[in-house]
Nanobody
Framework: QVQLVESGGGLVQAGGSLRLSCAASGSIFSINVMGWYRQAPGKQRELVATISGGGRIDYADSVKGRFTISRDNAKNTVYLQMNSLKPEDTAVYYC????????WGQGTQVTVSP
C-alpha cells in the first residue's frame, strides 16, 4: 500500500498563487509517476499534471504556463505550484501515485474567488 498526504489547498483571490504538496509513504517502487487531478462540482475528474521519477512532465492545456509540477524523489513528494489562478481552477485537487498499482489521496480543496 501507498499512503498519500496532501496539503496546501485553500481560498485565494483570482490572480493569486497556491502551492500543493503530496507526500507518499509505504511501499514505494522506484519507477513511478506522481501527479495531480482535479474535480470541480458537477464535472468529471480531469488531469492537471503528472511527473515521472525521471522527470517527464505532462500538463493539461488549461494550466500550461500557469502551473508547475515538480518532485523531490528523496522525499517521495510531489508539488504543484499554481500561479495566476482563475475561478475556473476551483476544484478538489487529488494527488495520485502510479506504478503497476494506482493510489489516490483524499483530496484538498482549492477555491479561487473572482
Amino acid at each position: 500500500q501507498v499512503q498519500l498526504v496532501e496539503s496546501g489547498g485553500g481560498l485565494v483571490q483570482a490572480g493569486g498563487s497556491l502551492r500543493l504538496s503530496c507526500a507518499a509513504s509505504g511501499s514505494i517502487f522506484s519507477i513511478n509517476v506522481m501527479g495531480w487531478y482535479r474535480q470541480a462540482p458537477g464535472k468529471q475528474r480531469e488531469l492537471v499534471a503528472t511527473i515521472s521519477g525521471g522527470g517527464r512532465i505532462d500538463y493539461a492545456d488549461s494550466v500550461k504556463g500557469r502551473f508547475t509540477i515538480s518532485r523531490d524523489n528523496a522525499k517521495n513528494t510531489v508539488y504543484l505550484q499554481m500561479n495566476s489562478l482563475k475561478p475556473e481552477d476551483t476544484a478538489v485537487y487529488y494527488c495520485t501515485y502510479r506504478d503497476v498499482r494506482e493510489f489516490w489521496g483524499q483530496g484538498t480543496q482549492v477555491t479561487v474567488s473572482p
